[in-house]
């Protein structure tokens, strides 16, 4: 099958059915390298003319992006699809997404090089906030005027005066610019989702990596939803009394919410709550008590016993790290970033005041924290594009701080894979008071990137 070639995309356009029986025939792999000596930015299959799909057909097309987006450097994956076709597609590899999905092929132009008509005002909506910054983010970068709505009552309100946007974009994926995990970080607690029978399979299916690596950043408040458990036996019950043992080492708090045990042992919750476990109704008995959270941990975290050394490994990589965050900021603040002083130490702010964080930790082939330390006003500057407007709302601008360093960890993962280097990354932990970040820190030392935005200061400590 060949590809139509225009405004630097190189489109496959496949009819019919599409499954593990014909999906190769649709497209070879002479077919993709006949398509890439063209010199295209972007190889796309449109699913506009394909009548079905299943998973086994759209991984031979998947298979073929990997090659292409590692030897190439190119965004590949699919568009021109409806709410099903979306929704089957993010079913079926929810778990490992590092290809795009744009709404239609005038969307996918938006991301090109050789799209040349640049100021287009485009309305965004995506339920997941780190693919929402992204997308905000990169067309910005692109020249282009997008308007966010934060909820979907909002999305649905704006769309009546559609005449006010060229383009309107809600069901778009740019694959590795967020991370996709089983967790999400509400009021600094990061929440797990638990379903089903815990037995031993609860070992290979619960990320301990990550969850170590939540706790490294300075996480200390853990709720497991566990409201779709339908009872727990031994192994489980062993499992989550040696993860609060582990956890209680950084001073961190485990919850269950919603657990019913009329089906499970009557001595499991004794047991568990021995080993420090804490229980309750609903999540909201949690959030929605500000002096409860900060009591749990939500909003505190105590120094990390165990000091890690920086690595030469980290120490060679520094400036992809460097580069994925200056570049961002810069475009986020329209201002160009001065390095000022790069120093292997202890973190040191002096002299400085209204400073707001957010961190995030990595793991895979090299293990770290990732570190930014804003004064308020460049906190305000740099997350107004993913608000909509300047605010002083302290809770908007942290959300944001959140994503904004996500969406770092994400470019950051993309780099160093070129460099066959493959990590994975947590979700994002921000402080609005200096000294709870110090007190994780504690006597850590790492690379501390002094730099220098106009007349304000912002701080990068890369750290293990």
């Known amino acids: 099958m060949r590809a139509s070639i225009k405004d630097s995309i190189a489109l496959f356009n496949p009819q019919g059915f599409l ?225 609060a043992s582990s956890s209680a080492e950084y001073n961190a708090t485990l919850c269950f919410v919603g657990f019913d045990f009329s089906n499970t042992p009557s001595t499991f919750k004794d047991d568990l709550e021995d080993a420090g476990i804490l229980f309750y109704d609903k999540i909201e008995e949690i959030l929605g008590d500000k002096e409860l959270l900060a009591e749990l941990g939500g909003s505190s975290a105590a120094a990390i016993q165990q000091k890690k050394a920086i690595t030469k490994q980290i120490v060679s990589q520094l400036p992809t790290f460097v580069n994925a965050i200056v570049e961002t900021l810069e475009m986020m603040t329209n201002a160009e970033a001065v390095k000022e002083e790069v120093k292997i130490k202890e973190l040191t702010l002096m002299g400085q005041k209204n400073l707001l964080a957010s961190s995030i930790g990595f793991y895979g082939d090299m293990d770290g924290m990732i570190v930014l330390i804003f004064p308020k006003n460049i906190a305000q500057e740099s997350c107004s594009l993913l608000i909509g407007e300047k605010t002083d709302d302290l809770e908007l601008i942290l959300d944001s701080l959140g994503e904004l360093v996500n969406i770092v960890g994400g470019k950051l993962k993309t780099l160093l894979s070129d460099a066959k280097i493959y990590i994975q990354i947590t979700l994002p932990r921000t402080y609005d008071k200096i000294e709870d970040l110090l007190e994780v820190i504690g006597q850590r030392k790492g690379v501390q990137v002094d730099l220098k935005f106009g007349s304000e200061h912002f701080t990068f400590f890369l750290t293990r």
């Open 19 to 243: 499954d593990g029986n014909n999906a190769s025939s649709l497209l070879s792999v002479s077919d993709m390298e006949a398509t890439l000596r063209l010199k295209v930015d972007m190889v796309l299959v449109s699913l506009k003319k394909v009548i079905f799909f299943n998973k086994n057909g759209l991984e031979m097309f998947i298979r073929l992006f990997e090659k292409v987006r590692k030897e190439h450097r190119i965004m590949v994956g699919f568009c021109d699809y409806d709410d099903k076709k979306f929704n089957a597609i993010k079913r079926f590899f929810e778990k490992e997404m590092n290809f795009f999905l744009f709404d239609t092929y005038e969307v996918a132009k938006l991301f090109t090089n050789g799209f040349n008509e640049k100021e287009k005002t485009i309305l965004l909506y995506s339920q997941d906030k780190s693919q929402r910054a992204a997308i905000a983010i990169e067309l910005h970068n692109r020249g282009h005027n997008p308007i966010i709505a934060q909820t979907k009552a909002d999305f649905e309100k704006k769309k009546e005066s559609k005449d006010s946007f060229d383009i309107i974009i809600e069901k778009t994926y740019l694959g590795d610019m967020g991370e996709q995990v089983a967790a999400r970080v509400t009021a600094n607690a990061v929440i797990y989702t638990l379903s089903g029978f815990l037995d031993n399979e609860i070992t290979s299916k619960f990320n301990i990596t990550y969850h170590n690596n939540s706790l490294n950043i300075g996480f200390r408040l853990f709720i497991f939803d566990a409201f779709k458990v339908s009872s727990m036996n031994i192994h489980g019950l062993n499992f989550f009394a040696k993860l």
